[in-house]
């Protein structure tokens, strides 16, 4: 069996019990509580460290950003690159807005409700920023990148962008 799908199995059954136990989780800092509390932090770090070391650093490029931005510009506003649309967390996308594009959290498949977690209103500051960006910037973990960066396992890598989804969000849109 390909490497790759094993290490895509093994992210599927982490986030599945991640989502499943998240409040919980959430709700205790890490060591705190029982032993098996303890025991299911600890696996969920590591695997998240493991996964981590796997994803690419190589910068998007500025002709992915470029082509990016003028496929976004061409759809309606509301619409726009989302990495899963499913019911409750559906991880990081970028939404054309009637003034540009903003990055947010979407929620059930739509980011009507979410508050900009960064917007642009011109092609060039945004084609610089994602132009530096990479699988492993996007995914929460480089704190070299505030934009990003989260200290939250759950969040870290969690339905975040990334080169293959963007690429594959081109292919649609005639990117």
Not at 58 to 81: C, E, Q, S, T
């Amino acid at each position: 069996m390909p490497g790759w799908l094993i290490a895509a199995g093994l992210l599927l059954a982490a986030i599945g019990l991640l989502v499943m136990r998240r409040g919980k989780a959430k709700a205790m800092p890490d060591g705190a509580g029982d032993p098996q509390e303890k025991r299911y932090l600890e696996e969920r770090r590591r695997v998240g460290e493991a996964l981590r070391d796997r994803l690419d650093r190589r910068p998007f490029g500025a002709d992915l950003a470029n082509a990016l931005w003028l496929a976004l510009m061409r759809m309606p506003p509301g619409d726009g690159v989302i990495v899963e649309y499913h019911r409750d967390y559906c991880g990081h996308g970028l939404i054309r807005t009637k003034d540009g594009v903003m990055l947010c959290e979407i929620q059930d498949g739509a980011a009507f409700d979410s508050q900009p977690i960064a917007s642009w209103r011109q092609q060039e500051p945004f084609v610089g920023f994602f132009a530096r960006q990479s699988d492993f910037t996007c995914s929460g973990w480089d704190p070299s990148e505030p934009v990003f960066a989260t200290d939250d396992d759950w969040s870290r890598n969690n339905q975040r962008l990334t080169r293959h989804v963007l690429e594959a969000f081109l292919r649609r849109h005639d990117g």
